[in-house]
C-alpha cells in the first residue's frame, strides 16, 4: 500500500496505479436494479458487485492501492477486509465530487500519485484485463473506458500532476471525450466495460462470469432462469 510520503508514479507502462472506488450507502444503491431482483437483494448484490470489483483491483499488478469513497459502514468494514482502505464522503455532493475528494485524499498521502477512477459495480472485472487498461492509460495525461453501452463510463486516469476532472452520469463517455481524455479503444475489456444497473446488465456479467461474492450471492437467491 502507499503510505505517507511514498510516491506513486506513472512515467511509463510499469507504473503503480492508486484507484478511487465510489460506493453510495447501500440503502440507496442500485435502484434502477431493483426493479428487476427487489428491495431486499438490491443492497446484498451492491456490496458483492463492489466486494468483487476491489477484490479484481487488489489483484492487480498495476495496483498498488484501493481507496473506496464511502458512507456505509457495513460496506466500509466489508471492502477493508479485502485490503481496501475506505475514506468517508465529507463532501456529500455527488458523484463527481466524491471522486475528487477521493483522489486528494490519495494524494496528500502518496504525493502526486498516478490516479484512476473505478465503479464499483463491475462484478466481472477481471485483473489482466484492468492492467492493461492502465499500461495503456499510463502513455497519456487522462484517459478513460467508455462502458458497454457506449454511453458513460467506468473508468478515469490523471497521470501525475494532472487534474482528474471527473465528469460522470448520463452521457459521460462524450463529455469525457470532449474533455481532452484519451478513449481506451482496445478490444477484449468486456469486464471492464461491463457495470451493472439493470436485471439485463447483470444478465451480461453472469454470462461473462462474475467473482466470488456476486456468484455465492446469486447462486444461493436466484433461480437458474434468471441467472
Not at 16 to 35: D, E, F, I, M, Y
Not at 90 to 99: E, I, M, R
Not at 161 to 179: E, I, K, Q, T, W
Not at 183 to 192: H, I, K, M, R, T
Request: charge should be neutral; charged fraction near 20%; hydrophobic fraction near 50%.
Amino acid at each position: 500500500m502507499c503510505t505517507e510520503g511514498e510516491i506513486a508514479t506513472n512515467t511509463d507502462p510499469t507504473g503503480l496505479w492508486s484507484l478511487v472506488v465510489p460506493l453510495k450507502p447501500l440503502a440507496r444503491a442500485k435502484s434502477r436494479l431493483g426493479r428487476a431482483v427487489g428491495g431486499d437483494l438490491r443492497p446484498r448484490l451492491a456490496l458483492a458487485f463492489a466486494q468483487d470489483t476491489v477484490s479484481a483491483a487488489l489483484s492487480c499488478g498495476a495496483v498498488v492501492d484501493v481507496v473506496v469513497v464511502t458512507d456505509d459502514p457495513v460496506a466500509g468494514a466489508a471492502l477493508a477486509a479485502l485490503g481496501a482502505r475506505t475514506v468517508a464522503d465529507t463532501p456529500a455532493a455527488g458523484l463527481n465530487a466524491a471522486l475528487e475528494h477521493g483522489v486528494r485524499w490519495v494524494r496528500a498521502r502518496c504525493g502526486d500519485a498516478a490516479v484512476a477512477v473505478l465503479n464499483a459495480d463491475l462484478p466481472a472485472l477481471r485483473p489482466d484485463e484492468l492492467n492493461r487498461v492502465l499500461e495503456f492509460s499510463a502513455k497519456f495525461p487522462r484517459a478513460f473506458v467508455g462502458d458497454a453501452q457506449g454511453i458513460g463510463t467506468t473508468f478515469l486516469s490523471a497521470a501525475p500532476g494532472v487534474d482528474l476532472r471527473p465528469a460522470f452520469g448520463g452521457a459521460s463517455r462524450a463529455r469525457h471525450l470532449a474533455s481532452g481524455a484519451v478513449e481506451v479503444a482496445l478490444p477484449g475489456l468486456d469486464s471492464v466495460r461491463r457495470d451493472v444497473d439493470t436485471g439485463d446488465d447483470l444478465g451480461a456479467a453472469l454470462a461473462l462470469g462474475v467473482g466470488r461474492f456476486t456468484a455465492g450471492l446469486t447462486a444461493s437467491v436466484m433461480p437458474a432462469a434468471d441467472r
